[in-house]
């Protein structure tokens, strides 16, 4: 959003510059007496500039505004008025042109109802303020699901977002949240690395413990809004920390258990794997044009950390020497195949180009 302005009457002028706080005399915020005032005078904007209209006391997820805005938002066609999700639809979210939006006709006006748990108004219930927080939290699940594998969307989600949810009502941060998963995952690690079956099987259920908590910090950043580059630099760091811990204690508990010689050698072969994968990451990831979003969705997914439950499996009927062969030479196929993947998506982005 580049502007924003408020229509209110000149009478509660000063009430509204104190409700702004540090929005107060931001340059991009306007206080208008009608919304017609944009089209002449001093303003006079374009009357087909995209617009979005809020209408009520509105609590939605700036996945859900971008994706109304990606699909209405146009500089031509009838104006799109989505009413919000509570009962008494209190408030609506309206997407078109400028113009169209300040003399909607509500003939021409395409009403919606949303399929999501947002937006919601605030009617001035007591209890709208609990049942906003909820639909909030709830909706968190639905802004990651393109990019989570299976299980994680349909089980560790449904699990997160109530986790992030009574969070956010402490003073825990979620670079905390980062950091005391990072301990829980090396511990994990660390039992993988024991001869002990018990130890084996209790560690493949606490980084299954792990793996939900995963989602937890990104979620509860959204949700207080503290949302930072360096937060999520620092989920990626510690993920790849654990990740690479977790393997290496999965091959010194096999060898530990076995006595076997040949996975001190596969730790190398593993690491080789691991090193294609990244290339092969990289290269996906660089992927641009139309459906580039969902390609790099599908790549997230299929390279989530679903292998947790296979994990807890093998680790109960004690076949995690299965695994560690399998990670040794799946990590190259994995590779060879995304590769192969990737350089056949350029080429059909190279042959749909215009001429």
């Known amino acids: 959003m580049k502007r924003i302005y408020i229509q209110a009457h000149h009478e509660s002028a000063d009430d509204l510059t104190h409700s702004l706080g540090r929005f107060s005399g931001d340059r991009r915020v306007s206080v208008v007496n009608s919304f017609e005032e944009l089209l002449r005078g001093p303003f006079g904007l374009d009357p087909s500039a995209p617009c979005v209209r809020l209408n009520g006391n509105l609590v939605l997820a700036t996945s859900h505004l971008t994706r109304l805005l990606a699909e209405n938002g146009s500089r031509s066609g009838p104006v799109v008025n989505t009413l919000s999700a509570d009962y008494e639809h209190g408030g609506a979210i309206s997407t078109g042109p ?30 709208d303020r609990d049942e906003a927080e909820v639909r909030l939290a709830r909706s968190l699940k639905h802004e990651t699901a393109n990019k989570d594998a299976i299980l994680a969307r349909y089980i560790d989600r449904n699990l997160s977002w109530r986790i992030s949810m009574r969070l956010a009502r402490t003073p825990i941060t979620p670079n905390q949240v980062t950091l005391a ?71 010194v508990g096999c060898y ?100």
């Not at 937060?231 to 977790?246: E, K, S, Y």
Request: proline content about 2%.
């Open 98 to 127: 400028l113009a169209e939006l300040i003399r909607a006709d509500r003939a021409r006006s395409i009403v919606m109802h949303t399929a999501s748990y947002l937006p919601f108004a605030l009617n001035g219930r007591v209890e």
């Open 256 to 355: 530990r258990t076995s006595g076997s010689s040949a996975y001190v050698y596969l730790i190398p072969l593993v690491l080789g794997g691991f090193a294609l994968c990244a290339i092969a990451t990289y290269l996906a990831m660089q992927v641009t044009g139309e459906a580039a979003e969902e390609w790099l969705g599908k790549i997230d997914g299929i390279s989530g950390r679903d292998f947790a439950y296979l994990l807890v499996i093998l680790a109960l009927i004690n076949r995690l020497d299965w695994f560690a062969w399998g990670t040794a030479f799946g990590t190259y196929v994995f590779a060879l195949i995304l590769m192969w993947a990737t350089y056949r998506r350029w080429g059909k982005a190279r042959t749909d180009s215009p001429v």
């Open 181 to 251: 998963n990072t301990v829980v995952g090396l511990t994990a690690a660390w039992m993988f690395s024991t001869p002990s079956y018990w130890m084996h099987l209790l560690g493949a259920l606490l980084f299954l413990i792990s793996v939900t908590i995963d989602g937890v910090d990104g979620e509860l950043a959204r949700l207080t809004m503290t949302e930072t580059r360096f937060g999520g630099m620092l989920d990626v760091v510690t993920d790849n920390i654990v990740h690479a811990a977790l393997f290496a204690g999965i091959f």
